[in-house]
């Protein structure tokens, strides 16, 4: 679990992903279409994933992938992210974060 503070703390904007899931490629593409440079961990890919995925899950996050972290806090999956882009609240809180200058 300190494993996964220190990942998610490095980096204004980290997304948990998996390159087989359609959400994850859709929130990654939101935040590359803003000029948000995100750090993205690929739990299909790299050697702990599935470490990484259950502790995710023990934070509450459900489904696991994609989970995005702004400024080091949980924001959540694909429903609360584009939840907080429809309502105008994503671009500030990127701001807030200094992950976008614009």
Avoid at 44 to 66: K, N
Avoid at 70 to 86: D, E, F, K, R, T
Wanted: contains cysteine.
């Amino acid at each position: 679990m300190e494993n996964l503070q220190k990942m998610i703390s490095e980096k204004s904007v980290v997304i948990f992903s998996k390159n087989s899931c359609c959400m994850s490629h859709t929130i990654k593409t939101l935040f590359l279409d803003f000029g948000v440079n995100p750090t993205i961990y690929e739990l299909d890919e790299i050697s702990r994933g599935r470490e990484i995925e259950q502790a995710l899950a023990q934070l509450g996050c459900s489904p696991t992938v994609p989970v995005v972290f702004i400024g080091g806090q949980l924001v959540g999956g694909a429903n609360q992210v584009m939840s907080l882009h429809l309502n105008r609240s994503l671009v500030p809180m990127l701001k807030r974060a200094g992950a976008l200058w614009l």
